[in-house]
């Protein structure tokens, strides 16, 4: 196969991204135990225990709130900083049998499929991994059925993990 298909971002389809990208990162269980780690210590302080465990579950709960906080405006001003450096919210994605081609105002790449550890899924947007790299944004609307299963496959064959 060789495809070429040309993508438009737009500043709420990266912020999607973030956002799936974060959550997703973080997983239920960091919500789950931020919630309960805040739930226990507003109970003790409105039953008045004034122990050390209220001033250790004050700060795992102050410290986590502040790191899931930092984390997602650090990864919220590097996409979008790289969105505001295209002049053109477009890039032109190549697929061939060996690659991936990546050409945008911004720079032009092309990456072996092996190089691709793994793809999560959304309706609107791909977030593909690239090794030790981070990830590229691939919005769906413009992705037919076709190309899907080819990418699909090519990451399967490469020994990548697809997650849904």
Not at 119 to 144: C, E, H, M, R
């Amino acid at each position: 196969m060789n495809r070429e298909i040309t993508v438009t971002y737009s500043r709420d389809l990266i912020k999607l991204a973030i956002w799936k990208f974060w959550t997703r990162s973080i997983g239920v269980t960091g919500f789950v135990g931020f919630v309960i780690i805040c739930f226990a210590f507003f109970y003790f302080l409105i039953s008045g225990d004034r122990s050390w465990l209220l001033g250790f579950l004050g700060a795992v709960a102050g410290i986590s709130f502040a790191l899931g906080a930092v984390s997602y405006i650090v990864y919220s001003n590097r996409s979008m900083e790289k969105f505001r450096q295209m002049g053109q919210p477009t890039a032109k994605f190549r697929f061939t049998d060996d690659r991936i081609g990546i050409e945008s105002d911004i720079g032009w790449t092309e990456l072996s499929w092996k190089m691709i550890e793994n793809i999560w899924k959304y309706p609107s947007v791909w977030l593909v991994f690239i090794a030790k790299q981070g990830y590229i944004t691939l919005p769906t609307a413009d992705l037919d059925e076709e190309l899907r299963k080819f990418i699909e496959v090519k990451t399967e064959a490469s020994h990548t993990k697809e997650t849904n």
